[in-house]
DNA sequence: CCGCCGATCTTT
DNA sequence: AAGATCGGCGGG
């Protein structure tokens, strides 16, 4: 029998650009105060180069942590009512991040429903980027949280489920500029997906 | 199931 | 004015 091993990720993991990263995130679990669940769909942003990115058009106030050190949330403020979260990748000073879409929910599924009273079924609980920041109760205040330091108590970890093999991919959801760069990856038919697929 | 609409903050 | 969204409502 073998023993499965949960250990956080550490600061090198984050290292790698956003598509790359995108990729190795998914089968990770994504925890705020040990609520959370596996992750399931991803979106990679980039910088200047990437018209899609909040990073595109350079630093503002809200975007700031694109461009800080990886291994770091990003967290936004969007149509003036949601929080969505992003983990930051890549070298510091080069803005980069990926998107979290869904999640499976895996700990803490009571403090979720609370948190989501309107969702009627689990699978409406982190099936979504500003979903999941409700359910986990992450919002503003863990904007550039540490997630290798851990002491806003967000956090990512391996318990050794490899990503999928051949992870789906497509275009990346509600843009406008962007549109056509396949950089949303997820798994295939998981019931927890922003949308099915 | 689908489409429309409002919520109202941030940036342009 | 539009946006990396969601949920309620009306119609088929």
């Given at each position: 029998?073998?023993?499965s091993?949960?250990?956080?990720?550490?600061?090198?993991?984050?290292?790698r650009?956003a598509?790359?990263?995108?990729?190795?995130?998914?089968?990770?679990?994504?925890?705020?105060?040990?609520?959370?669940?596996?992750i399931?769909e991803v979106?990679?942003?980039?910088g200047?180069?990437?018209?899609?990115?909040?990073?595109f058009?350079?630093?503002?106030r809200r975007?700031?942590?694109?461009?800080?050190?990886?291994?770091?949330?990003?967290?936004?403020?969007?149509?003036?009512?949601?929080?969505?979260?992003?983990?930051?990748?890549?070298?510091?000073?080069?803005?980069?991040?990926?998107l979290?879409r869904?999640l499976?929910?895996?700990?803490?599924?009571?403090?979720?429903?609370?948190?989501?009273?309107?969702?009627?079924?689990?699978?409406?609980?982190?099936?979504?980027?500003?979903?999941?920041?409700?359910?986990?109760?992450?919002?503003?205040?863990?904007?550039?949280?540490?997630?290798v330091?851990?002491?806003a108590?967000?956090?990512l970890f391996?318990?050794g489920?490899?990503?999928?093999?051949?992870?789906?991919?497509?275009p990346?959801i509600?843009?406008?500029?962007?549109?056509?760069?396949?950089w949303r990856?997820y798994?295939?038919?998981?019931?927890?997906?922003?949308?099915p697929?």
């Open positions: 029998m073998i023993l091993t949960v250990r956080a990720l550490e600061r090198d993991f984050y290292g650009d598509g790359g990263l995108a990729r190795e995130l998914l089968g990770k679990l994504l925890l705020c105060d040990g609520v959370g669940g596996r399931v979106e990679a942003y980039g200047a180069d990437d018209p899609g990115s909040h990073a058009r350079g630093r503002t975007n700031a942590s694109m461009f800080g050190p990886p291994g770091h949330l990003y967290v936004y403020f969007i149509y003036g009512v949601h929080w969505c979260a992003n983990v930051v990748c890549g070298a510091e000073g080069v803005p980069g991040a990926v979290v869904a499976a929910p895996t700990h803490g599924v009571d403090a979720m429903r609370r948190r989501r009273a309107r969702a009627r079924r689990e699978r409406d609980l982190c099936s979504g980027p500003a979903r999941l920041c409700q359910a986990l109760a992450i919002d503003g205040s863990h904007d550039g949280a540490d997630l330091g851990g002491h108590g967000v956090r391996d318990d489920t490899a990503p999928p093999a051949r992870p789906r991919r497509g990346r509600g843009l406008a500029a962007g549109a056509e760069r396949p990856w798994v295939a038919g998981d019931s927890n997906l922003s949308r697929g």
